[in-house]
Each structure stands twice: as structure tokens, then as C-alpha cells.
């Protein structure tokens, strides 16, 4: 059983009034990147994109070449973040472009990212820029949408299953009701009934998805939790509160990744997940978290047991996610930079190989 690797897709690499509005004429992701600054001796920062460079996704030409270099480096997917907001859609313009032009032919699949947008960056209720409401007239209209995309002949699919996955469920009241009137919507498009996947996003989303009408999980890293303290616990505590100044946490990634390749596999089906690398410190300074000393051998140790788990799901064809393909202003990416170039793609391939060849010994 060969899993697939599927990479979270990031589509804030393009301008939109709103975010000019909010944050300056031209904003994009690029502009928390470029601001990046060193907080450690040892910090690579500010990141530097590699052969793609500072790229506007709204260039078909850069979507063809993301997925050329997802395909030849094993990736089977992008998972592209969708903000829906009572049928007011942001980011769209990326996936409505492949959708209408046919173009890249990858496989694709979706995560509705259900939280509000804040000024804060940090996932937080307060400075609302964006409110998320839910109501039954709402869902379905979602559902509508969705069933549009769902019938588009490269969408990913798990035993011929759309697969749709969502973001925080823990926010949306009455999820069960809201999968209900989804799964109405959808029987009635006669839609193969998708395979619905809660995000293990926070401390909420960890038990069994099934109870709530979901029919699987993913995990999604970092999982805060099994990073405990950080390495500089008690620096930071001391600049915190001795000098008032903030500084990053710090985390280990070897010390992470195996930590999470020795946790058991729970009794729900649940697709395991991996990050090449990560640093949120552009988006949030002080406040933010680096995992130190990531490397393309550590990753592909960490792909390995990832594969390993996925063999043991209930599914002829499962999923492993990699977060992220290009989520720069959280430094996780597998997309060339400048300092590593295609190290953690190529790794990704050698690992991939590698598995397929044992399995077909």
C-alpha cells in the first residue's frame, strides 16, 4: 500500500482589495517575509525564495511550474486553503482560475480555513477583519459550491471519495447538524458522498472525529502539545519578565519528529502529518516559535514513519499531509529557497522511492 503525499497550498501569494485595505496597498505573504529578522546567532532569517522566487500565483505560468516540481519530486496533491464567509469567498482567485482554465492538470483537493480573520495574526477573536457566522442557509449554500468543485475530474479522492477538509470544526455550532444538511446537499448533486476530514488544529480537534460526523482526521503539524517546553524556556522567561522583551521559542525538530513517529495509531482513522521545517517569526516576532536544526535527513526520517503509519489505514489508497508546499510567513515550505534549494524535495523523492521499492519486494 503506497500512500499519497498531499501538500497544504497557500494562496495569499496574490493582491486582493481587502488585504490592501487592511494591511497596505499590495500586501501578500511576501511582505511578512521580507521583513523577517534574526532573533538567535543561529536563526536563518529573513527566508529567501529559490527558483520560484517572489511569485504572484495569479501567473499561470508559476502554478505550472509548482506543480511540474510537485510532480517530479513524488507529491500526489495540493491542498488548497478555501475562506468561505457566508458565501463571500477570499484568496479564491487561484483555484477559480485552475477550475475555469483546466490548468495545471494536478490533483487538488480543499481545507476550508474556518476562522475569523484578525489583525492579530494569531488566530484570536479580537480586531475582526473578516467575522465567521454559520447558519443552516449558509451551509447549504456552501455545500452547492463545494459540489461544483468536488465534480472537477482532478480532485483528489480516497476510494473514488472527494476529500474535504476542515480547518477548526470545534468552532462551528452544531457540526453534526451542519454535516447533515452537507451531506443532503451533496446526495442530491448525486455526489459521491466525500470523505470528510477534521484537522487536528488545536486541542479541541483531538478526539474522535466520528462522533461528530467526520469520517477521518489528519494531523497537522507542529502539534503544540508534543513540543512541551521550549529549549530557551528559561531565557525567555527571564527577558519576559526581568526585562519586559519577548523572544521566539524554541523547539528541537528531531526531538518532535520522533516524538511523533512513536505515538501510537489511535482507533480512528486518522492521516498522519508531517512539517519540513518551521518559523513563524516573521508574522508574530516575539511571540513567535522556531523548530531548530531541521534538516532533509531528519524530514525524511519523519516522512518515513509517516508512511509507515499511513500503511495501516482502513483505505486502499491513503494520504499523508506535508505542511506546507509554500507557507513562507510560518517558515514551513517545501518549495525551493535559497539556502537548501530542492534538498527537501529531493528528499521527498529519495524517501518515496525508497518505500516503493520495499513494498514491492
Known sequence: MIARLVAFHLPQFH??????????????????????VPWFDWHRQPLVP?????????DPAVRDAQAALAREHGIGAFCYYHYWFRGRRLLERPVQA??????????????????????????????????????DDDHRAHASYLAKVFADRRYLSVEGRPVFLVYKA??????????????????????????????????????????????AAVEFQPAWREMRFPDNALVRYA????????????????RLSRRMAALP?????????????????????????VLRDS????????LTSCLRKAAKLPYQDPLVFVNAWNEWGEGCHLEPDAENG?????????????WRQDACA
Open 295 to 302: 534538516t532533509p535527513q531528519a524530514y525524511g526520517e519523519w
Open 170 to 215: 470545534s468552532k462551528i455550532p452544531d457540526v453534526a447538524g451542519a454535516i447533515r444538511i452537507w451531506r443532503d446537499v451533496w446526495e442530491t448533486a448525486e455526489i459521491r458522498q466525500p470523505l470528510l476530514v477534521r484537522m487536528e488544529s488545536s486541542e479541541h480537534e483531538k478526539d474522535d472525529p466520528r462522533v461528530w460526523s467526520f469520517d
Open 265 to 289: 495509531v489511535p482507533a480512528w482513522p486518522r492521516f498522519p502529518g508531517l512539517t519540513p521545517m518551521w518559523d513563524n517569526t516573521c508574522r508574530r516576532g516575539g511571540r513567535g516559535l
Open 50 to 58: 529559490g527558483e520560484l522566487g517572489y511569485y504572484d500565483l495569479m
Open 342 to 354: 530542492r534538498a527537501y524535495l529531493l528528499e521527498t523523492r529519495r524517501r518515496l522511492d525508497a
Open 239 to 254: 527577558k519576559r519578565f526581568l526585562l519586559g522583551r519577548r523572544i521566539p521559542a524554541a523547539h528541537d525538530y528531531g
Open 15 to 36: 493582491a486582493i482589495p481587502e488585504n490592501d485595505a487592511w494591511w497596505g496597498e499590495g500586501f501578500t505573504e511576501w511582505t511578512n517575509v521580507r521583513d523577517g
Open 98 to 135: 485552475l477550475l475555469e482554465s483546466g490548468k495545471p492538470d494536478f490533483p487538488f483537493c480543499l481545507a476550508w480555513a474556518n476562522e475569523p480573520w484578525t489583525r492579530a495574526w494569531d488566530g484570536g477573536e479580537r480586531q475582526v477583519l473578516m467575522p465567521q457566522h454559520y447558519d
